[in-house]
């Protein structure tokens, strides 16, 4: 076993940082907008070399960085890719990220991948096999992970616990830390009908080390309307109010603006980013109101 | 008992197509509003879309030169005979070229497949491994007599491609970004040997000559400098060594060389 060292996640500022995808690199370089953090997805850096790596190399000099997975596959009863985990440890040996995440979910099996992040049925047999999985993923890496909810579209007869109750029981027993994406708890809240806030209360205080804010979609079918998280439009103001809601609960936390279809204007995502700052900090101003020193 | 490896391969096989989905909607819960099967559904459409964006994204003159409907035929008969194998896309798609060659409907584009080669090449290129070129400098100072038994290794972000089609002109006139404007390629043209390299990130090509051709694939076979010259001599008798060495060594084609000796 190798001794995991929980690299500090105060890092990352508790200010909103954006992911950083390649039709918005070469700007960004030029530019160097006023975020708190970058994120990419791990996994476009899987290359041996070439421009992208650079481009990270040279952002990475003046940002901190999140790397954040899509591909580890953490739920999947196929054995862990020893392949994935070398490539993703060699990223985070050259570029010393101060968080690495992933997502609570499986993407294949049998050796084939739906590169897609499919929900797990939440027993007590997937509890066991995520705590043990992640575990070994930290071990791996010498570093401890955070893993995200996913958006969902269905739910598993089998399912024997909330999956906010799953969530909290991982982070529980194998140590890892918590990514809430307050979107995806506001989707799979309208798509299963849930109560949002039921959710943010379940999570333990100490265990969430960074929120994603997306926007999504809704589709309307003749016999009813469901949420998808495409990532493809602004905050909808239901979530920002979540937002609000979870640092009302968890405190200052990194936030990071996630936009991956229909990308707008670089500045688009940096107005976003600033927007989260304001509700971060009017709602700091609120609690010290309310306990004054 | 456990249950979980079971249920990730009836809902992945669902999604897949592979599989009736019947068996997955079973798995699951009737939602509030939609029915299971739809709510799967949904789960199908991003698989088959992510990836088909993902195929086009790598292959945006093939799609061009089949239009945007057939493309998506295509990558989703693509999907299921040649699923992902990673965690990652960057070795996604690498059969598409043979998938081309192996469908009837495309015979009449025989350059297809050649087009698709070279836009693996292009991505794979793209994504490769850094390197050093090799400094005309290191090579002088090689005693003459012994450079011939010297072996040039290419640059890892290199690959070479022949086909009987004209495929730069067509990837060209198909490229995305080109202009809509018809061009006119004969197939009479004839074929092409290119180099796809890199250069300061960007991918490059360079056209090759018959003998230089045979020349290069010699050396990135790993033989020696004397037996990759006699390979371009049988080829074109008046191979100018000199001339293609000089120029390959400014292109910064190789990346290292080694003393010769057998493989």
């Not at chain 2, 068996?23 to 509030?32: D, N, P, S």
């Not at chain 2, 694939?217 to 074109?236: D, F, Q």
Request: hydrophobic share 45%.
């Amino acid at each position: 076993m190798h001794p995991i060292s929980p690299r500090p996640t105060h890092d990352l500022p508790s200010v909103a940082g954006i992911g950083l995808r390649a039709e918005h690199c070469a700007e960004f370089i030029t530019t160097m907008p006023a975020v708190g953090f970058i994120e990419v997805h791990s996994e476009n850096y899987f290359g041996r070399g070439g421009l992208p790596l650079q481009i990270l190399e040279r952002a990475r000099r003046d940002y901190p960085l999140s790397l954040h997975g899509v591909g580890l596959s953490i739920g999947s009863a196929d054995p862990l890719g020893a392949p994935h985990l070398a490539r993703l440890r060699a990223l985070i040996d050259r570029f010393e990220p101060a968080l690495i995440s992933d997502h609570l979910c499986w993407s294949s099996i049998g050796g084939v991948y739906a590169n897609d992040l499919l929900p797990l049925p939440y027993t007590t047999e997937a509890l066991a096999h995520v705590v043990a999985r992640v575990q070994r993923v930290q071990d791996a890496l010498g570093r401890r992970i955070l893993l995200e909810n996913v958006s969902s579209y269905v739910e598993y007869r089998d399912s024997s616990m909330p999956e906010w109750t799953f969530l909290a029981e991982v982070a529980a027993r194998s140590g890892c830390g918590l990514l809430l994406d307050v979107n995806n708890i506001h989707v799979s809240a309208h798509n299963h009908g849930f109560d949002p806030q039921a959710y943010l209360d379940a999570i333990p205080r100490g265990a969430v080390c960074e929120i994603h804010l997306a926007g999504f979609i809704t589709r309307s079918f003749d016999d009813g309307k469901i949420l998808i998280d495409t990532h493809s439009a602004p905050v909808a103001d239901a979530v920002w109010a979540l937002y609000a809601q979870a640092l009302r609960r968890f405190g200052p936390t990194p936030t990071l603006i996630e936009w991956d279809a229909d990308l707008p204007p670089l500045a688009t995502l940096v107005g976003e980013a600033q927007h989260a700052d304001r509700i971060a900090r009017e709602v700091t101003e609120e609690q010290r109101d309310a306990c004054p020193a | 008992m456990p249950v979980l490896p079971e249920t990730q391969a009836i809902v992945l096989g669902a999604l897949l197509g592979r599989v009736d989905s019947s068996a997955a909607a079973r798995l699951l819960r009737e939602g509030r509003a939609l029915p299971a099967a739809r709510r799967l559904q949904i789960y199908r459409n991003n698989l088959v879309e992510s990836l088909s964006d993902a195929l086009e994204a790598v292959y945006p003159a093939v799609a061009r030169l089949v239009g945007a409907r057939y493309f998506r035929q295509l990558a989703h008969g693509y999907i299921v005979e040649h699923p992902s194998r990673a965690g990652n896309l960057h070795d996604f798609g690498s059969a598409l070229p043979e998938h081309i060659a192996g469908q009837p409907g495309l015979v009449g584009l025989p350059y297809l497949a050649d087009v698709a080669h070279l836009e693996w090449a292009c991505h794979e290129v793209y994504h490769e491994a850094d390197s050093e070129a090799l400094a005309p400098a290191l090579l002088a100072q090689v005693a003459p007599d012994m450079q011939l038994q010297l072996r040039l290794n290419l640059a890892p972000a290199t690959r070479l491609l022949t086909s009987a089609y004209p495929v730069l002109r067509i990837w060209t006139a198909n490229r995305p970004g080109a202009d809509e404007a018809s061009t006119t390629i004969s197939l009479e043209e004839g074929g092409v040997h290119l180099l796809v390299a890199r250069r300061n990130g960007e991918v490059e090509f360079r056209v090759l000559g018959d003998a230089e051709y045979v020349w290069l694939r010699a050396l990135a076979s790993n033989a020696t400098l004397a037996e990759a010259t006699a390979a371009a001599i049988g080829h074109v008798p008046d191979f100018d060594l000199g001339g293609v060495l000089s120029r390959h060594l400014s292109l910064g084609t190789f990346a290292r060389m080694s003393a010769g000796g057998s493989p």
